[in-house]
C-alpha cells in the first residue's frame, strides 16, 4: 500500500512558514538537496494545496531552463516538473504542471490513492492542506525538518490537536539541520 508522506522543514520554534509564507530562513545545501531528490525518487505524486500550487507554478515550470540556475538546480527542477501533481481546490477549475484538480472529499480520494499501485504520495508545501491531512488522519509518515533557526512567528503546523508519534528514524544534517521521521 503507498504512503502519504508529510515532509515540511520547521523552525525550532515550531513554525513550517514565516508571515506571509515566508521560507528565506530555510537552511539549505548540499546534503538537504540530495535528501530531497530521494524523497522526489520515493514518490510518483505530490500534493498540493492550492495556494502552495500557486506559489510552487510561479518558479519551478521555469526553474528548469533558467541559465543562472546551477545544473543540479535545473535537473532537481526537471525532476519536479515531471512528477504527477494533485491539487486539493475548492475554486481552481482548470490547473497545468502536469497536475489534477481535487474538488471533492479529500480523505476520500487519498484513501482511495492509496489503495492503488504506485509510489509514495508526498505532501511538501501547504500548512492548510497538511493541517487538513492531519486532521483527516492521512499521513502514514511525518518528515519533520527541523532547522536551527527561530523565527518567532508565522504559520505553525500543529494546531491545538494532541497526537502522540513514534520515531523511527533521525538523521542529523551537516548544515545543522535534523530530520526527524515519525509515524
Given at each position: 500500500m503507498r504512503k502519504v508522506i508529510l515532509s515540511m522543514v520547521m523552525s525550532l520554534d515550531g513554525y513550517v512558514a514565516g508571515e506571509n509564507g515566508d521560507s528565506s530562513w530555510h537552511v539549505m545545501d548540499q546534503e538537504m538537496d540530495e535528501y530531497m531528490e530521494n524523497l522526489l525518487d520515493s514518490a510518483d505524486t505530490l500534493l498540493y494545496g492550492r495556494r502552495a500550487y500557486e506559489m510552487m507554478i510561479q518558479y519551478w515550470p521555469s526553474a528548469?531552463?533558467?541559465?543562472?540556475?546551477?545544473?543540479?538546480s535545473r535537473a532537481f527542477a526537471r525532476k519536479i516538473n515531471q512528477k504527477k501533481k494533485a491539487v486539493f481546490t475548492r475554486t481552481l477549475n482548470k490547473v497545468e504542471?502536469?497536475?489534477i484538480a481535487v474538488k471533492g472529499n479529500?480523505?476520500?480520494?487519498?484513501?482511495?490513492?492509496?489503495?492503488?499501485p504506485g509510489q509514495d504520495l508526498v505532501l511538501l508545501a501547504g500548512a492548510d492542506i497538511a493541517q487538513t491531512f492531519i486532521q483527516e488522519d492521512l499521513i502514514d509518515e511525518f518528515r519533520l525538518i527541523l532547522n536551527p533557526v527561530v523565527i518567532?512567528?508565522?504559520?505553525?503546523?500543529?494546531?491545538?490537536?494532541?497526537?502522540?508519534?513514534?520515531?523511527?528514524e533521525t538523521h542529523t544534517f551537516q548544515c545543522g539541520n535534523v530530520l526527524l521521521v515519525y509515524k
Open positions: 528548469e531552463f533558467d541559465p543562472n540556475n546551477s545544473e543540479e504542471w502536469n497536475a479529500i480523505a476520500f480520494e487519498v484513501r482511495k490513492w492509496k489503495q492503488q518567532g512567528n508565522g504559520v505553525r503546523l500543529f494546531h491545538n490537536r494532541m497526537r502522540k508519534l513514534e520515531l523511527i
